[in-house]
């Protein structure tokens, strides 16, 4: 039982397609992320959403959409995919956020490769 | 916004041997929540241990514990017994309501296990 899936795994893709990654989480929670994880390591928070409501939007460039359409799964579509956007994309997902100390259970990740 | 630095990019340990990640924090805030995830080259993110910032008492899970020094602003990790399955990338995070609840990260530090 997976809790929370990312679909697909590896994409690879030439500049200028579109894009978009899947998460589901069956956890019942009601809050969903999508970070992004750079080539030197590092992870940043992009988007956050809450009962399919956005509440973070973080420094992202528009091309990138997050998508919810139930609580369940929260969909990334990536426009006009650029070669700095290759990365590995992974999905969270967690408790209302008013309870801080809840725990974010990420998916496996999307390796994204833009040729 | 908040910042976390993880000042030892790398680190090595011998089996059965003790090793102590750390982790600073530049906050304003009293209230928040700091946590450590692990890494493992199967790119799978992994909560390790959590902490409260309003518990002065450090958080324990099994091999893992934490030394909290709130006036520091230090949150390190120490791993005792290492054990080969250890080896991975350690991220310290941070996390509050003025986030929005998301993560803020640290750069890691890469753990190497050697037998």
């Known amino acids: 039982d997976t809790a929370v899936s990312q679909t697909p795994k590896y994409l690879v893709t030439q500049m200028g397609n579109d894009k978009s990654i899947k998460c589901e989480q069956n956890?019942?929670?009601?809050?969903m992320y999508w970070y992004k994880q750079d080539s030197k390591k590092f992870l940043k928070i992009m988007f956050s959403y809450n009962n399919k409501e956005l509440i973070i939007n973080e420094t992202v460039p528009n091309r990138f959409s997050p998508k919810s359409p139930d609580k369940a799964h929260l969909n990334l579509h990536i426009n006009s995919l650029e070669l700095g956007d290759s990365a590995v994309y992974f999905c969270?997902?967690?408790?209302?956020?008013?309870?801080?100390?809840?725990?974010?259970?990420f998916g496996p990740g999307t390796r994204l490769l833009v040729l | 916004a908040q910042t976390v630095t993880q000042s030892q990019p790398e680190m090595s340990v011998q089996e059965a041997e003790t090793v102590t990640l750390s982790c600073t924090y530049d906050?304003?805030?009293?209230?928040?929540?700091l946590f450590w995830y692990k890494q493992p080259p199967s790119r799978q993110m992994i909560l390790v241990i959590r902490?409260?910032?309003?518990?002065?008492q450090n958080a324990t899970e099994n091999r893992f514990s934490v030394n909290f020094q709130k006036a520091a602003k230090s949150f390190s990790l120490k791993i005792s017994d290492s054990q080969l399955g250890d080896a991975a990338m350690y991220f310290c995070?941070?996390?509050?309501?003025?986030?929005?609840?998301?993560?803020?990260f640290g750069k890691g530090t890469s753990l190497l296990v050697t037998p």
């Open positions: 969270a997902s967690s408790l209302a956020g008013g309870r801080r100390w809840e725990t974010q259970y």
């Open positions: 995070a941070y996390r509050s309501y003025t986030s929005g609840y998301a993560l803020n």
């Open positions: 902490q409260e910032a309003y518990k002065q």
């Open positions: 956890l019942g929670h009601d809050t």
């Open positions: 906050t304003s805030e009293s209230d928040y929540y």
